[in-house]
């Protein structure tokens, strides 16, 4: 199976409100299917990947809208960042996309929460979701024979003490590992 990767920055921030206050805890189920790249010899994919801050998903209603913004756009999987989600876990949504979640716990209450999308049309092709550290999270994808990894990170601000920073760099590094061929 082919490939072909593009990028796309959706424009949402306008429709989605910016509560903080999560409401919800979420349930810690998996995605069905983990089957491998089982299209034939020759066929391509075209996948797209965007990343966005939500600045909040807090609550079903904010999920609600990120889903009815994403009617016109095409993509497969979003990093999402922001998400002030309580829980880590996979949920099917109503339109029968993923999201996994790795928010806010007990052992790190202060995170602001990471989360991919999946769009319902590769949620077969998806191998794992991993949780590396509270501003790192990773999604590997099964293609043709090989794994496509992608990181979603949310790095340090400038007011942040340089050790802080460096140790952001090292678990970036360190989730990516060599277990796939490709890392976004």
Not at 46 to 64: G, I, P, V
Not at 84 to 102: C, N, P, Q
Not at 127 to 140: V, Y
Request: some cysteine; proline content about 4%; overall charge negative.
């Amino acid at each position: 199976m082919g490939v072909s990767i593009n990028w796309a920055y959706p424009q949402l921030a306008e429709s989605l409100g910016a509560r903080r206050t999560p409401s919800h805890e979420v349930p810690k189920s998996k995605p069905p299917g983990r089957c491998g790249a089982d299209r034939g010899k020759g066929s391509t994919a075209t996948l797209h990947f965007a990343t966005y801050n939500t600045k909040t998903l807090a609550s079903q209603e904010d999920l609600e809208q990120l889903q009815d913004q994403l009617k016109g756009f095409k993509w497969s999987v979003i990093g999402l960042c922001e998400t002030y989600r309580k829980g880590e876990g996979s949920v099917e949504l109503s339109d029968r996309s993923w999201l996994y979640d790795a928010g806010r716990t007990e052992e790190s209450p202060n995170t602001k929460g990471l989360a991919f999308l999946v769009h319902k049309d590769i949620k077969d092709y998806i191998e794992s979701f991993d949780k590396h550290s509270d501003r790192i999270i990773s999604c590997k994808i099964k293609l043709q024979g090989e794994s496509l990894q992608l990181i979603e990170a949310y790095a340090p601000t400038t007011e942040y003490d340089d050790a802080d920073v460096e140790i952001f760099y090292e678990e970036r590094e360190n989730a990516m590992g060599p277990k796939c061929k490709y890392n976004l």
